[in-house]
């Protein structure tokens, strides 16, 4: 999900092992888990590959994404009331924090996990109070599938992050605004280059 490993490069266990200090059993349950999931691929006699990208997959993935993160915003804008909305506001307040330092930074590289990371937990929050567990779940798996597209085909230069710094906070404010239209366009223009 942060580019670590090259779009359809092999993923050997044996050599895994030794990079993350377990046994090669370990890493191979850990492959199997994440094939699972649609992040590695996986071929009997073959071992496991990182997943590979293409812009029709993260086109597709991208689409379904936001058809479930729009219900889960607006069921969530609906139950969470204000626990949510402070929740939802520190979430971005952090995000907001490491995106405005990236776009001030000469390069966004060692920045990408910790960006990841702060992204992934905005929008969850946006969805956590959907009370759709399915919802919930199917979207944590296409979030990572979406992220590590994304990440394959993104040239993350410092001025990549100015318009999403708007776009998460054009979430926030439609989300805290309590405006259902708002909020699903919000989603919707958030991921608009991810269409095209």
């Given amino acids: 999900m942060t580019a670590a490993f090259e779009p359809g490069s092999k993923l050997k266990p044996s050599t895994l092992q030794h990079e993350y200090g377990c046994s090669a059993n ?18 009997i006699q073959r071992g496991f590959r990182a997943r590979h990208a293409s812009k029709a997959r993260l086109h597709d993935i991208c689409r379904f994404r936001i058809v479930l993160e729009q ?13 949510w909305e402070a929740r939802l506001a520190a979430a971005h307040h952090s995000l907001s924090h490491i995106e ?44 990572k599938q979406f992220r590590q597209q994304m990440v394959a085909a993104t040239d993350f230069t410092p001025g990549y992050f100015n318009p999403i710094i708007r776009e998460h906070q054009a979430i926030l404010d439609a989300a805290l605004s309590g405006n259902e239209d708002a909020l699903r366009q919000a989603v919707r223009d958030h991921q608009n280059r991810n269409l095209t």
């Fill in 100 to 143: 405005t330092q990236i776009a001030r930074a000469p390069s966004a590289e060692p920045f990408v996990a910790l960006w990841s990371e702060a992204e992934q937990t905005f929008h969850q929050t946006l969805i956590s109070e959907c009370r759709i567990p399915p919802l919930i779940e199917t979207f944590d798996a296409v979030y």
């Fill in 71 to 83: 219900e889960g915003a607006v069921a969530s804008m609906r139950n969470g009331g204000l626990a």
């Fill in 26 to 43: 370990t890493v191979r349950d850990v492959l199997l888990q994440l094939s699972k999931v649609g992040l590695v691929e996986f071929e």
